[in-house]
């Protein structure tokens, strides 16, 4: 019992709950701008995974992580705008969609993964290191579990109280948001819904893709086959769980890291839990949290609805 | 309502639809095939070959068709109700998982009996999997969309922790599988060509058409896939119905697990299924959500991968060219019928909300 209080008092399951979150936090960002203006993207784990799989490609050729970060982003958005295309444009099933693009990119990446490099064996590639912050670094506790970090976690909690203030406190924001609430009085007011629709989607394609970036580019350094694991559905759990909010998804995100450094420092010590039975526990957690708190969320009113004019 | 999903095509337009998806598929994977340096000819002779080519190969076709035809006929009824079960890869492994333990702890019975207990228990263990993301759906209002894929994850790693450690195969070297079934518990083949598991295929495939076509239950299914507010006022128990579509896919998905190991692999692992889950939903969605769509989706896509692994060796295409040429093919699959999601989904969104006003 003790040496299980022993690592949740470690800073170091603190640090590494703050990297293990990272990448669900850029995608539940991503998402909450979709689902506030009524997409619901299931396709968040192809996103992902495909900016992790172009992020270590782009890091590979250019031998820089802030070029890798910048392609793999872009490949996402080649994704999302596929999605934006079909559900928002020829009214397809938004979560048909989604299911059909995940797939798809487990295959695509898989594939040209073993068609650059012999049997799949992508090398690793100079990704984000962490770093100490001068001074900052040195403060007892705090120091190390904040500021001996990479640098894009400092980017994470920029774009997370960005989101919320352009959600919430700008003109741009509401049109969105309106679109998700109620497209035809939106389009009646002068509010070019499938535009918003489409911005909404492009931004949740870029974040999303940084966080397959931060996956690949910030953890392992190299790509493995379908490496998302899941993480793209547990950001669209964290994002019901966050009540829309991108603030509240900054803790979310953060719960679930936790619970991911924890299953992973344990198996580190003398405790004899079976690795296996903790590396479900972060599907476990997001299961009963989910239940814990889906009575009091309320999504966007016209959440995964198609709009056509007509 | 999703007319796009439950709709009767025309025969000819779907088969007008499969040619050109194959067309399409065949001219985007000779892409792949040339960049591998494959002989383009020999490689689409030899897939033909493998997949009808002889007895032997009409059998392994068939029985690649078996799990992932079992699984989309679980998520097609789902579907119906207008319910995403992506957690056939979980219910697989459940039901698996049952079937293995039934199977290996009851080995002293006759083989027929072995053979019926180990498909019951698959479908138990299923049907759980499948029962709590409903419970959670219909109790608490859970998105079975996320609730099955985070079981999917606890279910294979329930069977990874298993089969490395209380369950595993102590001759086995390491390995992360379970013993051997016994020889009597395998599913028999008819004539050398037919699998059991293909006439389990025909029979659950009726089954969801009489439960669809021809039952209350069915009615309620499809009531709910035409709108949740039109089926609250018509009386409809919409949380039951709702929990027992996930129930019935999990019963299916867990039937696929166990068929699959009895039938085919033997033993249970934790890479016991290849994605069958996802390529369930696919076929599915192909099938239009209906049990005969789906049937004839799955035995289409089962074929197509048996040609291709059986041609991998011969005409030298790579693991990774073999999956793209199938998912291009599927991905195809579903650009051909995007008119149609599209057009029912318009006129489905106009009923609905009148009906709301």
Known sequence: MSEFLDVLGSTALYATAIRLALPILFAALGEVFAERAGLVNVGLEGMMLMG?????IGAHYT???????????????VIAAIQAGVSINLSGDQIVVGIALNLAVLGVTSFL???????????KVDGFSAFSMPLLSGIPGLGPILFKQSALIYVAIAAAVLSWWVLTRTSWGLRLRACGEDPRSADSLGIPVFAYRWKAMIICGALAGLGGVFLSLGQLFTFSDNMSGGRGFIALAVVIIARWSPLRALGAAFLFGAFEAFALRVQVTDIDVPAELMLALPYVVTLLVYA????????????????SRG | MRRALTGRGDTVMLIVRTAAALVGAALVGAIFLLSDGVDLIFAFEEILNQSVGSSFAIKNSLIDAVPITLVGL?????????????????????GALAAVLVVLNLSGLPGPLLILLGLAAGMVGGGLWGGIAGGLRSRLGLSEIITTIMLNFIAFWIVSYLVRGPIQDPGGAGYPYTEEIPAKAELPVIGGMIPFGAILLIVAAAVVWVLLERTRMGISIK????????????????????????????????????????????RLSDFFSPGWGFIGVMTALIGRGTAVGTLVAGLMIGFLTSGISGAQSAAGIPTATAQILLGVFVLFLIIVNTDIVVRHLRRAAFSLRRAER
């Open chain 1, 52 to 56: 992790a799989f172009a992020g270590v």
């Open chain 1, 113 to 123: 993964a073993r068609a650059i490099w012999e049997g799949g064996d992508v090398p």
């Open chain 2, 223 to 266: 009531s709910l896939g035409a709108g949740e507010a039109a089926g609250r006022f018509a009386g409809l128990k919409v949380e039951r119905t709702g929990f027992n579509v996930l129930l019935i896919a999990g019963l299916l998905g867990g039937l696929a697990g166990a068929a699959s190991l009895l039938g085919n692999e033997g």
């Open chain 1, 63 to 77: 031998g820089n992580p802030w070029l890798g970060a910048l392609i793999g982003m872009a490949a996402a958005v």
């Open chain 2, 74 to 94: 679980g998520v097609a009824v789902a579907f119906r109700a207008g319910i995403f079960n992506l957690g056939g890869e979980g219910q697989i492994y459940m």
């Open chain 1, 292 to 307: 814990g708190v889906v009575g009091r969320s309320r999504p966007p009113k016209s959440l995964g609805r198609e709009y």
